[in-house]
């Protein structure tokens, strides 16, 4: 790799460290390609991105970020997991950790904010935003539906009343 070469992947990771929600630090030392290429599609039905990088580029790329520190988790066989969704890397990194036991996380930042493997677990276990702004639509319309349900409910009472009149009648 020629120099060129090296400051366009240290541009390239500068903008991943800039841009991205979380970013996860992992050992994946024994994945076989399945097990990566498994990890890379589960990645990307996330909305995250796997990205294999020499340690010392991606160091020169993390210096002066307020999470410069995180270049410390970059050793051996590293891979980095990121994505612009606070959990989405995390959640995916995680899961996959309990089903395969050579991915080792050993930690990575967000928001700024550097983690060990315990507060990604923590990152993990957070809802996604797609799931925080379900949950926002549901308690939106959840009144309106108590509401037209107390409208539609006299009538509904009304309509029992008078059948029931016009059964007696009968």
């Known amino acids: 790799m020629d120099r060129a070469q090296k400051e366009a992947v240290v541009g390239e990771l500068d903008q991943i460290f800039t841009d991205s929600g979380v970013i996860v630090v992992a050992h994946y030392t024994g994945l076989t390609v399945a097990e990566m290429t498994d990890l890379r599609l589960r990645m990307k039905d996330a909305g995250a991105t796997v990205r294999v990088a020499k340690n010392r580029l991606a ?10 520190e995180m270049g410390d988790l970059l ?11 606070p959990v989405a890397a995390a959640k995916v990194a995680q899961g996959f950790a309990k089903e395969n036991d050579k991915l080792v996380i050993l930690g990575g930042t967000m928001g700024g904010t550097v983690l060990d493997p315990a507060g990604v677990k923590a990152v993990a276990a957070m809802p996604s ?42």
Do not use: H, M, W
């Open 59 to 68: 160091k020169i790329a993390l210096s002066g970020k307020p999470f410069e």
């Open 75 to 85: 050793k051996g066989q590293a891979v980095l997991a990121y994505s612009t969704d």
């Open 129 to 170: 935003r797609e799931e925080v702004l379900a949950s926002i639509a549901a308690c939106l319309v959840a009144p309106a539906s108590d509401i037209a349900g107390a409208v539609g409910a006299p009538a509904s009472n009304i309509a029992g009343i008078l059948s029931t009149l016009e059964e007696q009648a009968a």
